[in-house]
């Protein structure tokens, strides 16, 4: 059974560039988180995410930030017109349904380089 | 709202000796609480959990963390620390076991000295 795999490992983009991070959850999870770790800190959440709903969304910027998870496929975080501060790592977790749900698994993160 | 606190952002124990790492949370009332451990460059693993019951749990690697309410902690324990232990570890707590979002401490490093 394969781990929460998340591509790429490493993304570079100049300011104003659009960056996508994506998240495979493990077999079986249907609720998928996003945190941002940015450097000399802890992790931070961001959102929260069943198959094409979100759930809780009160830790995304209010512009330039989405997250969709969609029937099929990965869970998508799109940041549009990066900028510098953007700069940070970015977890993906998930969790399977059921009384075990808040045992959240992670990725090893994208590291999001902004020039 | 509920916070955690890692009093110590740096420790450094000697291979053999033993370790304690301090988690406080603030909340009112009893939550899920975690520990994560991220090795450089890496994920977080997740090292023990407590929900209910006794309040020492087991976890992998050798490591232990006891739950006092009284205190408002959770802090995370091994006896014997050994030089691959070294790596960043997080304390987290969640409200319920709804599938809610996890809020971390700002994490201890930890180095080991041979």
């Known amino acids: 059974n394969a781990g929460v795999m998340q591509n790429p490992r490493h993304l570079v983009r100049r300011r104003g560039q659009e960056a996508r991070l994506r998240c495979s959850p493990m077999k079986g999870h249907s609720h998928v988180y996003w945190y941002r770790q940015l450097p000399e800190e802890g992790l931070k959440f961001m959102v929260y995410?069943?198959?094409?709903?979100?759930?809780?969304e009160s830790g995304m910027p209010k512009e330039r930030f989405s997250a969709e998870f969609p029937k099929e496929g990965p869970s998508i975080l799109r940041i549009q017109q990066v900028v510098r501060g953007d700069s940070a790592a970015y977890f993906c977790?998930?969790?399977?349904?059921?009384?075990?749900?808040?045992?959240?698994?992670f990725g090893a993160g994208t590291r999001l380089s902004v020039l | 709202a509920q916070s955690v606190t890692q009093p110590d952002i740096h420790i450094t124990v000697s291979e053999g000796a033993s370790l304690e790492l301090r988690c406080n949370y603030s909340?009112?009332?009893?939550?899920?609480l975690f520990w994560y451990v991220q090795s450089p460059g890496q994920g977080l693993q997740l090292l023990l959990k407590y929900f209910s019951g006794d309040t020492l749990v087991q976890g992998i690697k050798g490591f232990e963390a006891e739950f006092k309410r009284s205190q408002s902690s959770f802090n995370l324990r091994k006896p014997s620390v050994h030089w691959s232990d070294a790596a960043e570890y997080f304390c987290?707590?969640?409200?319920?076991?709804?599938?809610?979002?996890?809020?971390f401490g700002g994490g201890t490093r930890l180095m080991v000295k041979p």
């Open positions: 909340y009112g009332a009893t939550p899920y």
């Open positions: 977790a998930s969790s399977p349904p059921g009384l075990a749900k808040n045992i959240q698994y």
């Open positions: 995410l069943q198959k094409e709903n979100i759930i809780d």
């Open positions: 987290a707590v969640a409200l319920n076991n709804e599938g809610n979002m996890l809020t």
